[in-house]
């Protein structure tokens, strides 16, 4: 079980069911290891990995991350062997230590299945779920994901929900079993029964897990508030017993989760495709009415995630449309996986602000330009300025120190910002230690990341992925600091929202650009080149010079 105790907080004014909201989220360790507490300012963003690990980064890269405090960690992929290798470990916290994230800077929510894999899979049973590992489907039951649990001690756990994952539109029928197997199995996780005996032992923390469930009911408003509302209704006889001395589901939550992947993919079965423009934006208020038909009857002053959402446009919107808390950015994660380095800041900064020698994002025929750049594309191979044009490196951010107020701020990511290391490894008695630079190091340009991706180095997409993510920390940064302001301006965050949302176009094309020439690089470069090159040239021999 966590030894760690999960509370959320909001301001006395953002009490509001559905509005834009500050609050605070904060993680205490009750054990004698550490007694750090992690904080995170909402609204802010998880980070999400495969296997464990975020794509593209070293524990050493993510122990500098200092934005990084929440992950999510889907265990499916740890399917593969029986049991898990995760739940071998031992120590107060084996998840942490199996995965190498730090106690006192990292929060680590554990979920059975990946949020952001869609592909079909066999449908749930009444006892189990299907979970998808390199080694095929394997089910897991609420016995099983307890066991689990209660081995590898995340600080958060997803309860077992059952989402359909089967060719999309559902049935009536099977949105009822989806609402009554979720409840039953939420039940079966705040209960006393089928928990290990080291749970019970001195040892075990006292106190229940910080659970966060799923809050099902496919794309129908009405199936979306049943379930809501089984949450909240206050159990009677054995049901009761099962969790006492909580009389409600909904008392032993700390926070409701949305799964947008297999919403999205129903309202297009539903509704069809139309232009992308449109889509983005009546997609997003049709996710947005169900989000608030599921919240209703539900308690304002808890924790509200979502996975799936796919642009920063989507996320302003449900901030201002419904008052989600946590977003993932796996999307911005994935677009350094395809050479793309974000370009864009909230608020919108006004024109009176300098971009200096730094290229803007391309223009779309709209008139909104891109949120960011394809590394890929050749017009990049001679451009030795740094990768975002609406953040200073820290070499020119101390260089303009003493100029106005309007100057552009600084982007602290290793790609930007490099940092020295403190000291200089030696491997022989002979080699002079140099001095280290007392100044900022010079930027990693955009140049250079291009000339990395089409040599395929892998150190392009870790560049790429430390920008982005630092990219959003600064996002976020601006929504909260424009909430605080509207305190006193109740209009001015949906004005910068529209200002947004008319100044950047969506990157649906960036992002089909940017997989198109990644996928030509891969091929030329990635793994089975040579098979490829003997089959274009009709099976001949291969040389390799």
Known sequence: MSTSALAFSLLPSDIAQF?????????RRRD??????????????TTSTSRGVIPHLSRDHVRSIKSIRWTGVPFESFLDRVPPVP???????????????????????????????????????????????????????????????????????????DVPYTQAPQSQKRLQKSIERSTVWLTHLLSKSDAPAAASSPEAPSGRPNVLVNLVGGTDERARAAFSENLV?????????????????????????????????????????VSQEQDSTSEAGQ??????????????????????????????????????DLFDIDWAQRAASIGVTLDFRFPVPKTSVQYSVC???????????????????????????????????????????????????????????PQPFASTLLHDQVTEVREHPTSPIPPYTRSYVHHLLHT??????????????????????????????????????????????????????????????????ESERGKGRLAREKQNQGGGEVEEG
């Open 19 to 27: 509005s834009p909201r500050l609050g605070s989220l904060s993680l």
């Open 456 to 521: 395929h180095e892998m150190s392009s997409h870790t560049l790429l992925v430390m920008h982005n993510i630092a990219v959003m920390d600064a996002f976020f940064s601006g929504i909260r600091e424009v909430l605080q302001k509207s305190h006193s301006e109740p209009d001015l965050f949906a004005t910068e929202v529209d200002r947004f949302l008319s100044t950047y176009a969506e990157p649906e094309t960036l992002f089909a650009e940017a997989e198109k020439d990644w996928a030509k690089v």
């Open 32 to 45: 004698s290891s550490t007694s750090s507490v992690i904080e995170i300012k909402t609204p802010n963003f």
């Open 287 to 324: 996710l947005s009415a169900l989000m608030r038909a599921s919240l209703h009857s539900l308690p304002s002053n808890k924790l509200r995630i979502t996975y799936g959402s796919q642009t920063p446009h989507e996320i302003l919107r449900f901030i201002r449309d419904v008052g989600v």
């Open 87 to 161: 739940v071998l470990q031992t120590g107060s916290a084996p998840l942490h230590t199996f995965l190498g994230y730090d106690r006192g800077q990292h929060i680590l929510a554990m979920s059975v299945r990946d949020p952001f894999d869609g592909r079909d899979m066999p449908a749930n049973g009444k006892d189990h779920i299907s979970a998808l590992c390199i080694r095929g489907v394997r089910k897991v039951t609420p016995s099983s994901w307890k066991s689990y649990f209660y081995s590898c001690k995340p600080d958060v756990v997803v309860a077992l929900s």
């Open 359 to 417: 290229v803007q994002p391309k223009t779309r025929g709209v008139g909104k330009a891109d949120i960011g750049h394809n590394l890929f594309n050749f017009d990049y191979a001679h451009d030795h300025s740094r990768l975002a044009s609406t953040f200073l490196d820290g070499e020119a951010f101390l260089a303009t120190q003493n100029q106005n107020s309007d100057k552009l701020p600084c982007c602290h990511c290793g790609a930007c910002t």
């Open 233 to 273: 209704e206050i159990l009677q006889g054995k049901e009761q017993e099962q969790i006492s001395p909580l009389r409600t589901l909904d008392e032993g939550v700390t926070g409701y989760q949305f799964e947008l992947l297999p919403l999205r993919a129903t309202l297009r079965a539903e509704y069809g495709q």
